[in-house]
């Protein structure tokens, strides 16, 4: 199993309002839970976002916290309501409410993994399920939680940057309708989840390093965007969704040669938005 619900790189200096987070970047399988699957190793591996961790370590060389889930997407989904429990998956459970999350396989204890290939052979008891969220889903959210927490009290506002990566064909309807392909999709729940001002910084970080960026479309942004993008109070969350292709071989699930320089690039795109954190202190305090 794996040792902690998270891991957190704190900067020497916390001198920024954002934090960074990886909800499904983890590769530590239970060696249990493998045994207890139909896929192999390598395929079972096809819904996390690999790598995304190692783009975004650099976060607290910015001033900003980065935190990174410990437990593997297939196993627990961090960016799921713990609340989203499949019938399908889960022995005894009646289903209550239309959920397509769910019905597709992908709740808060996923029953599939990418292109719909079903994790298991047979269900899985509640007790099994709950003691997944207690073990992992709360405390990692409880930190995430404290993490903002913080930054409202030394900023005044919290800036939450939820990253992942998307397999290059999640965007092939967008490119065969002739517009160029994106590189990377922003998710503010259509403004619900961060103020304008955050999105377009967020967004000018990466169109300056010449990745092509859209909105919402087709990844809005779930459970995180949404639970804790509260632009209101002052705390803004923006779901990042980068192309896979872009830094690795993602039938291998390996770094390819440009790995290197898109980590210098999103060491870059991390400094702009952590520098927008440190200004924005400067315009609470006065």
């Known amino acids: ?74 196993y627990v989904d961090m960016n799921r309501s713990p609340d989203e429990l499949d019938p399908a998956l889960i022995q005894g459970m009646r289903s209550v409410t239309y959920n397509p999350r769910i019905v597709s396989g992908l709740g808060v204890v996923p029953r599939v993994v990418a292109n719909s290939r079903c994790i ?37 506002q919290a800036i939450l940057i939820d990253c992942h990566s998307m397999p290059h064909e999640a965007l092939d309807n967008l490119a065969r ?6 590189e990377v999709v922003l998710g503010d729940r259509f403004g619900a989840s961060a103020s304008a001002a955050v999105m377009d910084v967020v967004e000018r970080a990466f169109l300056d390093e010449g990745l092509s960026v859209v909105r919402n ?11 804790y993008g509260r632009p209101s109070r002052r705390q803004h969350t923006i779901q990042v969704e980068i192309d896979r292709s872009l830094y690795m071989n993602e ?6 040669n440009n790995f290197r320089a898109m980590q210098e690039a999103m060491a870059r795109i991390i400094g702009k938005i952590a520098a927008y954190g440190e200004g924005q202190q400067q315009l609470a305090a006065e």
């Not at 970047?25 to 591996?45: E, G, T």
């Open 177 to 182: 309708s002739g517009m160029r392909r994106p």
């Open 1 to 74: 199993m794996p040792k902690a619900a998270y891991r957190v790189l704190m900067p020497q200096s916390r001198t920024s309002s954002v934090i960074f987070a990886s909800p499904h970047s983890s590769r530590d399988y239970p060696k249990s839970f493998l045994q207890q699957s139909v896929l192999d190793d390598h395929a079972i591996r096809s819904s996390e976002d690999a790598f995304v961790d190692r783009l975004f370590a650099g976060a607290s060389d910015s001033g900003a916290p980065f935190i990174e889930a410990t437990a593997p997407r297939a």
């Open 120 to 156: 298991y052979s047979g269900k899985l008891t509640m007790e099994e399920v709950q003691a997944r969220i207690d073990t992992y889903w709360h405390p990692y959210h409880e930190k995430l939680q404290s993490l903002l927490n913080e930054s409202h009290e030394l900023f005044g």
């Open 217 to 227: 479309v087709p990844f809005a942004g779930a459970y995180t965007t949404q639970h």
């Open 251 to 256: 039938p291998l699930i390996r770094p390819n």
